[in-house]
């Protein structure tokens, strides 16, 4: 969205009085496509009436995607909640902003301004941005709120000076400064940055050129030199031809900085043709499963889809790709996306929400005995965000299960909602945000949050996460109902103790009881962590946090002295012995 700048004088008009029609495309009237030519105080009108009806629409039923085609232009591009803007370019550079692409709304509660703890579910792809003036870039945001393959050619700060909880810079470039002013934490992966300033609790750095020194646990910061193995998310692009396409980025070992910085990015152009686009109002899962046994890649245009089957991945490479953050709502208490143990899917940018019925799980990556090796052509999984609770009632047991081997997870946001319809506690229900079977499985940047049990239970062998944000659920009833075999509470991350190889990188792990019967029932959590004590097991920096009432014991196994309210506490380093 774009902010009105001085000069335009043409009155407001709330988003729905507009003639849009211009600006619509084979993708429906929720995609809005801009191209330089196009009068640009139309354009400014038309995206300062959406920023003023998405800005605090948190729990609505209303998305959409902006497309910029190449070229260059002169405005403010200010995404707000359900929205997601994308440069069209086959790389950042060929779409231009003079200006900013920000995210800048906040919240004032409790004698606090600017807030940005809430500003959740938006996202920015794939822009060259050029800061007039020397101002600073203000993309404030907390969780589901990525910027990447971006290049920024200025500062950037990922705060407004208050609370903050994000959030994920990736496959970007920032010129200048990056960083926090107050934010919690902060998760950047193969990136070219000219400095980091900033941050409290925790941030990670993973394959990051100008990442800032491993100063733990002054400076709560972990940084990886090499990103292991990644695939960059796919995305939609404009063609010299003038057509529609999908470009697949090609799986990476070893690496740091962006995958595009020298215009040879390797990977995969798929046509437009060979995609079935998909409407809320025209969709359900008949179609969209037909679509799939006929072999073409799924492309979700913004929306609800309500579904009453589950989707059903059996087909190798199968690419499911949203705009403007699509949302499934299974209605039947059955699976939302479900794959084959194949190779080569990508799911990428949608929401799930619970429905409902209970779910066994929201997504399924694999059958329930899934053995087959594809390390070279992983399943990969790309800014994912599921829901319990929040903008409706839904309910299930797990939100993401993934069985096969070798996946690789990008950006996930799994989370019990906390606030909204539907966050009543629940027994027996509601039980984990993530489960891994699958062994060598991968995840960069895993937010998972407010579960009932484990919030992360990983039974499968050589995991390895890379940043990991959660907090502990708000308000268990009593000790007596949440426990694990007499232990109070349930370890945010929980490793089966059968497993002998795990490695995680970066982790903070939150408390914040309150509520009654929580707080006279003085509930308390005593293990942020518990993994086996076994040789391969090797856990790298773990910060903790305690808010409001009660506390965490123990960072992990028993190890690590009691957080208190107001205590940030930081445990090094755990190595299995066994």
């Given at each position: 969205m774009l902010s009105i700048v001085a000069g335009c004088s043409k009155p407001n008009k709330k988003f729905s009085e507009l003639d849009i029609s211009q600006y619509t495309s084979i993708f429906g009237k929720n995609v809005l496509v801009f191209d330089d030519s196009m009068d640009l105080e139309g354009i400014k009108m038309t995206l300062k009436a959406l920023h003023n009806q998405q800005r605090y629409n948190?729990?609505?039923?209303?998305?959409?995607?902006?497309l910029f085609k190449p070229g260059t232009y002169n405005i403010d591009v200010t995404v707000d909640y359900y929205v997601q803007a994308l440069g069209l370019g086959r790389y950042p550079d060929d779409v231009t902003i003079n200006g900013t692409v920000q995210s800048v709304t906040t919240t004032s509660s409790n004698n606090v301004s600017n807030k940005v703890t809430t500003m959740f579910w938006r996202g920015a792809e794939n822009f060259k941005v050029v800061p007039q003036d020397g101002e600073m870039i203000y993309w404030a945001v907390s969780q589901a709120a990525p910027y990447r393959r971006m290049h920024v050619a200025g500062d950037i700060n990922f705060d407004k000076g208050s609370w903050a909880s994000g959030g994920v810079l990736a496959n970007s470039v920032v010129e200048g400064r990056a960083g926090l002013t107050s934010g919690q934490q902060w998760m950047t992966r193969n990136s070219s940055i000219g400095s980091w300033e900033g941050g409290n609790w925790n941030r990670v750095f993973v394959g990051v050129k100008g990442a800032p020194t491993d100063s733990w646990p002054d400076k709560p910061t972990t940084v990886i030199d090499k990103t292991p193995v990644v695939r960059e998310k796919p995305f939609l692009t404009y063609t010299e031809s003038g057509d529609y396409a999908v470009f697949v980025p090609a799986l990476r070992r070893e690496t740091s900085g962006p995958s595009w910085i020298n215009r040879d990015e390797e990977g995969e152009l798929i046509a437009i043709t060979s995609f079935h686009i998909a409407y809320p109002d025209q969709d359900n899962a008949t179609s969209l499963n037909h679509a799939l046994a006929d072999g073409k890649h799924i492309l979700f245009t913004p929306g609800i889809y309500e579904i009453d089957e589950t989707l059903t991945i059996t087909k190798p490479n199968t690419v499911i790709l949203g705009l403007g953050l699509p949302t499934l709502i299974p209605q039947n208490g059955q699976i939302a996306v479900t794959?084959?143990?194949?190779?080569?899917?990508?799911?990428?940018?949608?929401?799930?929400?619970?429905?409902?019925?209970?779910?066994?799980?929201?997504?399924?990556?694999?059958?329930?005995?899934?053995?087959?090796?594809y390390p070279d052509n992983p399943i990969s999984l790309h800014d994912i965000y599921c829901r319990v609770g929040g903008a409706v009632v839904g309910q299930t047991e797990t939100t993401v299960t993934i069985n096969s081997n070798y996946v690789i997870g990008d950006h996930f946001w799994l989370w019990r909602a906390d606030h909204g319809v539907g966050t009543e506690w629940m027994n027996g229900q509601n039980k984990h945000g993530l489960v891994v079977n699958g062994d060598h499985v991968t995840i960069y940047g895993l937010f998972n949050e407010h579960f009932q049990a484990?919030?992360?239970?990983?039974?499968?062998?050589?995991?390895?996460t890379y940043f990991y944000q959660s907090e502990i659920p708000y308000h268990p009833p009593s000790i007596e109902e949440w426990n694990d075999d007499g232990k109070p509470g349930y370890a945010s991350y929980k490793v089966a103790d059968n497993v002998q190889n795990h490695q995680a990188y970066g982790l903070g792990i939150y408390s914040f009881f309150s509520g009654e019967p929580t707080v006279s029932n003085n509930v308390r959590l005593e293990n942020a962590m518990e993994v086996p004590d076994n040789s391969g097991i090797v856990i790298t920096?773990?910060?903790?946090?305690?808010?409001?009432?009660?506390?965490?014991?123990?960072?992990?196994?028993?190890?690590g002295s009691p957080t208190e309210v107001g205590d940030l506490k930081h445990y090094d380093k755990f190595e299995g012995n066994k």
């Amino acid at each position: 969205m774009l902010s009105i700048v001085a000069g335009c004088s043409k009155p407001n008009k709330k988003f729905s009085e507009l003639d849009i029609s211009q600006y619509t495309s084979i993708f429906g009237k929720n995609v809005l496509v801009f191209d330089d030519s196009m009068d640009l105080e139309g354009i400014k009108m038309t995206l300062k009436a959406l920023h003023n009806q998405q800005r605090y629409n948190e729990f609505g039923s209303e998305r959409y995607a902006l497309l910029f085609k190449p070229g260059t232009y002169n405005i403010d591009v200010t995404v707000d909640y359900y929205v997601q803007a994308l440069g069209l370019g086959r790389y950042p550079d060929d779409v231009t902003i003079n200006g900013t692409v920000q995210s800048v709304t906040t919240t004032s509660s409790n004698n606090v301004s600017n807030k940005v703890t809430t500003m959740f579910w938006r996202g920015a792809e794939n822009f060259k941005v050029v800061p007039q003036d020397g101002e600073m870039i203000y993309w404030a945001v907390s969780q589901a709120a990525p910027y990447r393959r971006m290049h920024v050619a200025g500062d950037i700060n990922f705060d407004k000076g208050s609370w903050a909880s994000g959030g994920v810079l990736a496959n970007s470039v920032v010129e200048g400064r990056a960083g926090l002013t107050s934010g919690q934490q902060w998760m950047t992966r193969n990136s070219s940055i000219g400095s980091w300033e900033g941050g409290n609790w925790n941030r990670v750095f993973v394959g990051v050129k100008g990442a800032p020194t491993d100063s733990w646990p002054d400076k709560p910061t972990t940084v990886i030199d090499k990103t292991p193995v990644v695939r960059e998310k796919p995305f939609l692009t404009y063609t010299e031809s003038g057509d529609y396409a999908v470009f697949v980025p090609a799986l990476r070992r070893e690496t740091s900085g962006p995958s595009w910085i020298n215009r040879d990015e390797e990977g995969e152009l798929i046509a437009i043709t060979s995609f079935h686009i998909a409407y809320p109002d025209q969709d359900n899962a008949t179609s969209l499963n037909h679509a799939l046994a006929d072999g073409k890649h799924i492309l979700f245009t913004p929306g609800i889809y309500e579904i009453d089957e589950t989707l059903t991945i059996t087909k190798p490479n199968t690419v499911i790709l949203g705009l403007g953050l699509p949302t499934l709502i299974p209605q039947n208490g059955q699976i939302a996306v479900t794959t084959n143990d194949i190779p080569g899917v990508k799911l990428a940018g949608f929401m799930v929400d619970a429905g409902p019925e209970l779910s066994p799980t929201l997504i399924q990556i694999g059958s329930n005995v899934s053995d087959s090796d594809y390390p070279d052509n992983p399943i990969s999984l790309h800014d994912i965000y599921c829901r319990v609770g929040g903008a409706v009632v839904g309910q299930t047991e797990t939100t993401v299960t993934i069985n096969s081997n070798y996946v690789i997870g990008d950006h996930f946001w799994l989370w019990r909602a906390d606030h909204g319809v539907g966050t009543e506690w629940m027994n027996g229900q509601n039980k984990h945000g993530l489960v891994v079977n699958g062994d060598h499985v991968t995840i960069y940047g895993l937010f998972n949050e407010h579960f009932q049990a484990y919030q992360t239970l990983w039974k499968g062998e050589h995991g390895r996460t890379y940043f990991y944000q959660s907090e502990i659920p708000y308000h268990p009833p009593s000790i007596e109902e949440w426990n694990d075999d007499g232990k109070p509470g349930y370890a945010s991350y929980k490793v089966a103790d059968n497993v002998q190889n795990h490695q995680a990188y970066g982790l903070g792990i939150y408390s914040f009881f309150s509520g009654e019967p929580t707080v006279s029932n003085n509930v308390r959590l005593e293990n942020a962590m518990e993994v086996p004590d076994n040789s391969g097991i090797v856990i790298t920096h773990i910060s903790t946090f305690a808010g409001l009432n009660g506390g965490i014991n123990h960072s992990i196994n028993g190890l690590g002295s009691p957080t208190e309210v107001g205590d940030l506490k930081h445990y090094d380093k755990f190595e299995g012995n066994k």
